[in-house]
Every structure is written in C-alpha cells, then in structure tokens.
C-alpha cells in the first residue's frame, strides 16, 4: 500500500491531473435511493468525443462511449438503462468495490493482535467488501475540473471492519482518451482497505456477443495462486507457459477451455496477476480487432485481477440486451485478495496520520 504524507499527496494529486481543457461535466437527477436519497448522473465528455457517465450510488461507471477505428462511437462497458438495475442486486457493473475488494478468506482477518469477523457474503467468505459493500453506498458527489469527487465516510465496525473511513475516488476524463480514477483515503482507527473499479469491458460495444475474440496481453508471468474457493494460497506462482501466460498476445478465447487446474477453479479467468515495478505502471493491454478499439490499464496497484464474466447468466442490461457468460471482462486494478491474512503479500493496512492513495488510468485508442 502506497502511504503518503498530506502534502506529498496533494503535490501528486495535482502533477497527475488532467491536461488542461479536457472535459466538459454536466448532472442531472437520475432518481432516488429507497431511503429517499437523491441519486445524480454525471457526464463527462472530452473534445473528440468520448463520453464517460457516472453515477454517485456506488461510483458506478454507467457508460463510457469511445470510437472505433472508423470513428464510430459505441458504449464499451457493460450496465443498465436506469437507476433500478443498480439498486437492485446485480454483478457489480462498474462499481467501487470496497471496503475490501476481492476476497477476504474465511470472512475474518487479525490485526495488530486482534480478530475480526466480517460479514461473509459468498459462501463462507467475503467478497467486496460484504453484503452492503461501497457498491451500495450514496456516494457524495461534487463536480471538479474534468470530473466528479465522490467521497463517503465508511463507519467504525461497518460490514466488521474496524475504524472510520474517509474514502474519496474522483473520476477524470482526459483530452488524450483516458479515464483516470484517483483513490485516497484516511482512518481513525487501524484498519485494511483494498478498492478497485470492477467495470465490465467489451470493446465492440456493450450487448455485442461474446469477447473471446479480444486479444490481451498482461505483463507478467506470475499470479497469486488460490485453492477451489479462489482463496489466496500465499504462493507466487510462475505460469510461463501455461494458459494464464499473456506476457505474449493472446485472444482471451484461445485457452480459455484448457484443461489447466486454474482455470477449472475459476471456471474460466479469474486471477490475481502480480505486477512488478513501483509507482504507474502497465497493467494490460486490450484489443478488439473488429472494430479496433484498443484498452491500455496503467495503476499504481501490485495487481491486477483478469474476470472473464464467467457467471454471467442472462443479465437483462441496456437496450434490452442479454448479456450471457463471458459477454464482458474486468481488469480489476488492486492489491491482492485476502492480503490481510498473508503478511508476505504487500499490505492493506492503513493506519491513523497516514493516507492511502492510488492511480488507475483506462486509456482508449484505435488502430
């Protein structure tokens, strides 16, 4: 975990900001919480075009709109019409994922000495962060130069994790192509947080069928090796060579099938890739070679988790479409799951007069 002291953060905050004139941001109400809570939608577009929307209940990535090598504009990630879907339960679409994206095993971490249980939400154990994780959270939203600050305070013993939280993720468009998500963070208390963005990708357009076809690469040959519940083993392990190797390209589609132990367990990807390097970094690269639409993930985390939608089922989504299994994939940039039970994988704790902080930039093109 990244921990910056507050003027070194805010120094950073602004180096990395956006080029100058990127983005035009307009909001309107997109309707109300159960609660009664007002939900707004923001969008954000820059001057060729591209078009990010995002909504304050959950951080959810709504639609992000960039052109083909034909100039054709398409919505490349995967979601819903209207607010309702969102509210309801549904595959995390674009959300904030948090307090701990990814998997806590057992539902339960130690420390400093002491035990906490958290709320188990996928079987025995843990995922995003519970059964009322940040996905689920009114976000307080404000418009900044080129994007909206969502902040939200997580309280002392929510979903079992201990302290305060003060959370805030602002999401920028870039005049170059990218949208760059900004996390920070700070507690009252000794506590763990990993957050991430778990947008569901397809490159040829959202509702367009499967991505198989999709060429990835991700540089690096190691993950965190799991058991059958994808619990973390604390292993780093080597797959040069194997199907989970895309240090060279490959369409996600081509081993997907193997009969590679890894693979049955996540019943297609669904990997923890160990990045290498300190500070921004490149995560992965996608393409489409239909349309030629073209995904670069850079970030500041250790990892990186490759989700292939491998449960996807029948999702009524936008426009009436139906998206099945594998209709859609994730790069979720993190550190790893279950890090605090495993004091050899880097940490997740946070603690008083620090701050946490993190970078991960979408970028688009077409070739």
């Known amino acids: 975990m990244r921990l910056l002291a507050l003027p070194t953060f805010f120094l950073i905050l602004m180096s990395i900001s956006g080029s100058s004139h990127a983005a035009s941001v307009e909001s309107s109400v997109w309707g109300k919480t159960p609660a009664g809570g007002e ?21 959810y990535i709504v639609s992000l709109k960039v052109a083909d090598k034909k100039g054709e504009f398409a919505d490349v990630t995967l979601g819903f019409d209207a607010l309702d879907g969102y509210l309801g339960k549904n595959p995390f679409f674009g959300c904030i994922a948090g307090r701990y994206a990814n998997r806590i095993g057992n539902a339960k971490f130690t420390l400093d000495g002491v035990e906490y249980p958290v709320t188990a939400n996928s079987g025995k154990h843990q995922l995003h962060g519970g059964k009322e994780g940040f996905d689920k959270k009114l976000w307080t939203a404000k418009e900044v130069k080129d994007g909206v600050e969502l902040s939200y305070t997580s309280a002392d013993g929510e979903e079992g994790y201990p302290g305060t939280l003060q959370c805030r993720v602002t999401y920028t468009l870039t005049e170059d192509n990218g949208l760059k998500l900004d996390y920070a963070a700070t507690t009252d208390k000794p506590t763990v947080l990993n957050l991430t963005n778990h ?3 397809n490159l040829a357009g959202e509702g367009s069928g499967d991505i198989l076809g999709h060429v990835l690469t991700i540089p690096t040959d190691k993950i965190t090796a799991t058991d ?15 199907p989970l190797d895309f240090t060279s390209p490959h369409a996600i589609g081509e081993r997907i099938g ?3 132990k890894p693979l049955i367990q996540g019943i297609g990807y669904d990997h923890n890739y160990v990045l290498s390097g300190s500070g921004m970094k490149l995560a992965a690269t996608v393409k489409d070679p239909a349309s030629g639409r073209v995904m670069t993930v850079r970030t500041t985390e250790p990892g990186v988790q490759l989700y292939t939608g491998n449960h996807l089922n029948g999702v009524p989504g936008k426009g009436g479409h139906i998206y099945a299994k594998r209709h859609g994939f994730c790069l ?8 605090p039970n495993h004091p050899g994988f880097p940490t997740t704790t946070l603690r ?6 993190s970078t991960t930039i979408y970028q688009f093109s077409a070739e």
């Open 199 to 201: 947008a569901y990708f």
């Open 352 to 357: 008083p007069g620090e701050t946490f902080q």
């Open 332 to 339: 979720e940039t993190q550190h790893y799951p279950d890090s």
């Open 228 to 242: 059958d519940d994808l619990i973390p083993t604390g292993e780093i392990a080597s797959i040069q060579g194997t």
């Open 258 to 260: 193997a009969d590679y």
């Open 39 to 59: 939900v707004k939608l923001f969008t954000l577009r820059n001057a060729s075009g591209m078009e990010a929307r995002i909504t304050n209940w959950g951080g």
